[in-house]
């Protein structure tokens, strides 16, 4: 296998281990703990040398693949320090910051309990790239891991979570925040950020109401995904407490989706909209890095201060990596994953959280009325059960329609400047994700279900 700087999609998509986003597997399946001593001993000499940081998030299998991880980098000879359990973007700012040549974190994600998973971050905080990814798979594949005469050493890093909430607070107007007073609604879903983002809080000063705050490898509270079905709870605490607003993160802590101070919940793609219009104000003729499965008021949000829009591919790597490429302010996905460049160029739960915080304190107006001003589109997705085999009929069909197309990933159908359809297989799970954006809710409901019963039935051929 060859490695070029520009790979094109073919090439891509040839990885056979990395999904959209990390490894990831069922602990005890396909996931073992042999194949991950040998993927760790793949990242290991993919990254050269050391010290390599480990952390890893609430899983049940975490603690014990951290072991294997660890001992894999020491018998190729490199040294490496464990974090302990810290949100993914913790372990990333601090790779970063401290120095580290690479860092892996053991987490799924949102994926199920049952489920965990790798995911490297090169020695400037973010994600590697899928070219990169390709190098670790041919290095595995052809177990051409190196050797050393040396044994690594194994340390432990404390470090890792003061330098990742003192790294959020350089980025905002700490002052401006504290006086305001602010009451949060947490949502931490028994996740890591369980050990970061209250602690955050209550540095700004803000009164914490937490739901969901025990580290619990099972996410017994509401599951490790925070959607729109399971976020009850959030809604509820907001309106009892009278709180500025709730926030709920995912499993790891990456991402967040917000509730605003009457319960309502804001999907991804909103809150993203509010808090890039609060940047592009304050740093016009600026980058925006988004996925084609976002909505495209972006475009006329960025339009207003001459900044520019560039779309990738799904996937918080493909956003990150463009990001650095063009040194973007701003990045984001519609499932709550929001990037702030000048922290870092990574889905950041906690960073997100405070730059909503840093935006509230500079207006006299509550969430709902900034979200209020932003300019109206309709968003929803849903999933299917879906093989490949089932997709490449999926694909085949909707090639029919009588409309403008981007085969990029997957199919996006352009229905008209404001309306548009997105199906695409998951990387992580054997699912069909269907997208649409309408200008009106009513319209969105039509398009969504005239374009998810054609899927259907295509795939039940």
Request: hydrophobic share 35%.
């Amino acid at each position: 296998m060859t490695f070029k700087t520009n790979l094109s999609i073919v090439e891509v998509s040839m990885a056979r281990l990395f999904g959209t986003n990390g490894i990831r597997g069922v602990f005890g399946e396909s996931l073992t703990l042999d194949f991950v001593s040998d993927i760790a001993s793949s990242l290991g000499t993919f990254f050269r040398k050391g010290p390599i940081l480990v952390g890893y998030d609430g899983r049940e299998s975490s603690v014990i693949m951290s072991k294997v991880v660890c001992s894999s980098l020491s018998a190729i000879g490199l040294d490496s320090s464990v974090c302990g359990l810290v949100p993914t973007p913790c372990l990333q700012f601090a790779t970063k910051k401290l120095g580290y040549c690479g860092g892996i974190m053991i987490t799924a994600s949102h994926n199920p309990p049952e489920y965990n998973g790798l995911k490297p971050t090169a020695r400037d905080g973010v994600e590697i790239s899928r070219e990169d990814e390709l190098k670790v798979e041919d290095i595995y594949f052809k177990k051409r891991w190196n050797t050393s005469n040396k044994i690594g050493s194994i340390g432990n890093e404390i470090r890792s979570i003061r330098t990742y909430l003192d790294g959020i607070k350089s980025q905002v107007n700490v002052k401006k925040i504290r006086s305001s007073r602010f009451k949060v609604a947490l949502d931490l879903g028994n996740g890591a950020q369980a050990v970061a983002a209250p602690l955050l809080c209550k540095e700004l000063g803000c009164e914490v109401v937490a739901i969901n705050d025990t580290i619990d490898g099972a996410f017994s509270g509401r599951g490790s995904e925070p959607t729109p079905q399971n976020l009850n709870k959030l809604s509820q605490a907001v309106v009892k407490s009278k709180a500025d607003f709730g926030i709920a993160f995912d499993g790891d802590g990456d991402r967040s989706i917000f509730c605003d101070e009457k319960g309502k919940i804001l999907t991804g793609d909103r809150s993203a909209l509010l808090i890039s219009k609060f940047l592009l104000n304050k740093y016009p003729q600026s980058k925006v890095v988004t996925t084609l499965n976002s909505t495209l008021a972006i475009e006329e949000i960025a339009a207003q201060t001459k900044s520019k829009v560039l779309r990738t591919r799904v996937g918080s790597v493909e956003v990150s990596r463009k990001m650095v490429q063009e040194k973007a302010l701003v990045g984001f996905e519609e499932n709550g994953g929001f990037m702030y460049g000048k922290h870092n160029q990574v889905r950041d739960g906690s960073m997100t959280m405070v730059l909503a915080l840093d935006l509230l304190s500079k207006t006299n107006k509550v969430l709902s009325e900034e979200m209020n001003s932003l300019p109206q589109s309709f968003t929803t997705k849903g999933k299917i059960a879906c093989s490949k085999d089932s997709f490449k009929k999926i694909l085949q069909e909707l090639k029919n329609e009588p409309y403008k197309k981007d085969l990029t990933d997957g199919i996006k159908i352009f229905l008209d400047k404001s309306r548009w359809v997105m199906v695409r297989l998951s990387g992580t799970e054997p699912i069909a994700r269907i997208y649409a954006e309408s200008n009106t809710e009513d319209n969105l409901d039509e398009i969504f279900d005239k374009y998810m019963s054609k899927i259907k039935r295509t795939a039940g051929r």
